[in-house]
């Protein structure tokens, strides 16, 4: 399965934004992709972090939401909206949102929604992030099943960027059968250099699975530097394609065959005892 990570550089403006990825995405279709993945924040990388808070809506339709599902549509792929604000029920609009990435089908079906779990906060003294600020933690992991074009069935499951320092999540995910890990994200310059590469590899090696790491890349103008390194990993760890920084697509094939090698050659998975 040919798969596509796309990488970014969002800014406040989200017509600017669903253009860009909209361009992307024709590229990925383009090369023969079945699953096209976004970055975290992919529709609003905004001036604060309240500005997220105005764009959310409520799960089910929406302009996002619509767009999302339209492309899937138009293009005849797999995507996963990396996030997008989604409106809390019952809650005050100023208060909090969700920050949820959406899995659609060619059809523009909507098939799976995962809220964030982990929040990241960070503060190393000049740049601070507390997540938490304005978001609202998810609970539960979200997996979904991808029938490809080969015949095999992937078993996907979902995480969003600072979940990823957090492999008891991976581990569920494994224990239910998944081989292919989502990681949409928007690690920062900082944290990115010291980890981003390191944490993907484990949680590819550590799981046999492969893993898809959409990110944002390059100098975004609310002052923000992202680390982008955009990748595709197979289930031993390798780096099959990636890309430093700007916008771009990262494109790579998924063998079934070679994953499940793999899994009868190391079958660490059924060696688990904890």
Not at 52 to 79: C, N, T
Not at 116 to 137: M, N, T
Not at 154 to 178: H, I, K, N, T
Request: charged share 20%.
């Amino acid at each position: 399965m040919k798969v596509a990570a796309i990488q970014m550089v969002a800014c406040p403006r989200v017509e600017h934004n669903l253009r860009a990825a909209h361009a992307l995405l024709a590229e990925a279709a383009q090369a023969g992709a079945e699953l096209a993945v976004l970055p975290e924040y992919f529709c609003l990388m905004g001036q604060r972090d309240a500005d997220k808070l105005a764009l959310a809506e409520p799960l089910g339709h929406g302009p996002v939401q619509d767009w999302l599902a339209a492309s899937a549509r138009e293009f005849g792929l797999w995507i996963v909206g990396g996030t997008l604000p989604l409106a809390l029920q019952g809650a005050a609009q100023s208060e909090r949102c969700r920050n949820a990435s959406l899995a659609f089908v060619p059809t523009g079906e909507r098939v799976a929604v995962y809220d964030k779990i982990h929040l990241f906060k960070f503060d190393d003294g000049s740049r601070v992030y507390d997540e938490a600020a304005v978001l609202a933690p998810g609970s539960q992991p979200v997996l979904f099943d991808l029938p490809s074009r080969d015949g095999h069935r992937w078993r996907v499951g979902m995480s969003v960027c600072y979940d990823l320092r957090f492999p008891e999540l991976y581990r569920a995910y494994a224990a239910q059968g998944a081989d292919l890990l989502l990681v949409p994200s928007a690690f920062t310059h900082v944290t990115g250099q010291a980890h981003w590469e390191v944490l993907l590899r484990a949680r590819a090696i550590e799981n046999l699975s492969c893993v898809i790491a959409a990110a944002q890349g390059g100098q975004h103008e609310n002052g923000r530097r992202t680390w982008g390194q955009s990748m595709v990993i197979d289930a031993w760890g390798q780096i099959l394609a990636q890309r430093p920084e700007g916008p771009g697509v990262v494109l790579a094939d998924l063998d079934p065959a070679a994953l499940a090698a793999r899994r009868q050659q190391l079958p660490a998975l059924s060696h688990r005892v904890l």
